[in-house]
């Protein structure tokens, strides 16, 4: 035998028996997110590197460290899309979409990032996304939040919490970035080698380091809550009354800056203790700068993604298993007229019965085998087709978990008399 290929460390397969719990968060999502009047958009996998180093930022680690960059054969610099918002604006503008209109757009799909793999995250790892561009809020803020807790209260899960925080204008930013930079230049020797880079290029990026030797530093540091303008904070506090107002619960966060350099004024995450180190489940914000910096007219805009791999880990922890869609019919066939004759009447099942699951037995076997592939199958009814029912023009029908028994039944009359079984 030749040697085993070995999957791509930190990037799994989802499995058959793990994606019934995958398909129901989607399924809650998508209609949590079409009811609030989101349409679904898909983005290429692939982008320009240039697009996530001006969105994202130079000194942010996604794009210091985590990204799968590549040459093609043309000699472009090109990256997997480490995150969804950068190619959702990028694909607004280059469409023409912005023009002063407004679009509520979600996302599915795998994004990837070169990080250290652990349990929850991963090197590949599925978001859903969802932007609301062209809307300036507080209220789609607010609305925004009201639709992730519902999506939370539907999927039944409770142990998770919401922090908030305002960032302020980008020009409250620039002042509060000097207070800092002044701050952390007091403190350079403290600095590990990755925040001394960034005191100069972005000092808010300091504030993000996982190292636990900054943890000090950072704590003393000065906040930016306290430099926001008067703008952010009216922003800020229409935030939190509606929030008040809906009943949403949530904690002021003034260290929550978020990893990515777009963002503006409101920032939140919601974060669990049931995951252990990797606790954010839910990130976002607003963006409202992002638009003009990457060559489009300037329009406000906020949203949020979610790690799907960490959603589906808490709605497992939680206990509430989805139910798995079963077969209804499985044909039974015994012979080579009648193997070409199930197949038969499986497509006029299909055809007549549309959704219903029907099994033909496929590579053979005796009765036992076939019934025991039954059985597991999960299906209500085997339909079983021999020499001698094929003669008189039926099939016996056979009910599988109950004692009903069994009974023959025209081959003609079977959609119908299985449309009305009980
Ligand atoms: P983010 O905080 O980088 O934000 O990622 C959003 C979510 O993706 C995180 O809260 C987490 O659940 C999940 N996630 C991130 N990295 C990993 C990983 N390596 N393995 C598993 N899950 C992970 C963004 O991506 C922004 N684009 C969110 C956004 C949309 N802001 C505005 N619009």
Not at 391 to 398: E, L, P, S
């Amino acid at each position: 035998m030749s040697k085993q290929i070995q999957p791509v460390r930190g990037m799994n397969d989802v499995l058959p028996a793990q994606i019934a719990l995958w398909q129901h968060v989607e399924r809650v999502a998508r209609g949590i997110f079409e009811s609030y009047g989101y349409q679904e958009i898909r983005v290429p996998v692939v982008e320009h590197t240039e697009l996530f180093k001006r969105s994202i930022g130079e000194f942010t680690d996604i794009v210091e460290k985590e990204m799968y960059t590549f040459q093609d054969l043309g000699g472009d610099s090109l990256t997997l899309r480490p995150e969804a918002t950068a190619g959702i604006v990028r694909s607004a503008i280059s469409n023409g979409l912005l023009r002063g209109a407004r679009h509520k757009l979600w996302c599915i799909g795998p994004m990837f990032r070169h990080e250290r793999p652990q349990k929850g995250r991963y090197r590949q790892f599925y978001q859903l996304d969802l932007e609301a561009i062209g809307f300036p809020g507080p209220d789609v803020d607010i609305e925004l939040i009201a639709l992730i807790s519902r999506l939370w209260r539907e999927l039944k899960l409770t142990q998770v919490r919401l922090l908030i925080n305002s960032l302020g204008t980008a020009a409250a930013r620039a002042v509060y970035r000097e207070r800092l930079q002044e701050y952390l230049r007091l403190h350079e020797s403290e600095l590990d080698e990755d925040s001394r880079r960034r005191l100069e290029g972005n000092p808010l990026r300091v504030l993000d380091s996982k190292n636990p030797a900054m943890r000090s530093v950072i704590e003393r540091a000065p906040v930016l809550t306290d430099f926001l303008d008067s703008e952010s904070a009216e922003h800020f506090a229409r935030l939190r009354a509606g929030l008040d107002a809906l009943g949403v619960a949530y904690e002021v966060n003034p260290r929550l800056v978020r990893g990515l350099d777009y963002y503006s004024r409101t920032v939140f995450e919601w974060v669990t203790d049931a995951l252990g180190a990797q606790d954010a489940v839910c990130s976002g914000g607003r963006y409202d700068g992002l638009t003009a910096q990457l060559g489009g007219e300037a329009t406000a805009a906020i949203g949020f993604a979610m790690g799907i791999e960490r959603v589906v880990e808490l709605v497992s922890l939680s206990g509430s298993t989805p139910v798995v869609a079963t077969p209804e019919i499985y044909i039974v066939a015994s012979g080579s007229r009648a193997e070409l004759e199930a197949l038969r009447l499986a497509e006029r099942l299909r055809d007549a019965l549309p959704g219903r699951g029907v099994l033909v037995n496929l590579g053979g076997g005796n009765f036992k085998t076939q019934f025991r592939r039954a059985d597991k199958s999960g299906a209500r009814l085997a339909l079983i087709l021999g020499d001698a029912e094929l003669d008189r023009g039926v099939a016996a029908v056979k009910t599988l978990r109950s004692e009903a028994g069994q009974m023959d039944c025209p081959l003609g009359e079977l959609p119908a008399r299985i449309a009305s079984w009980p």
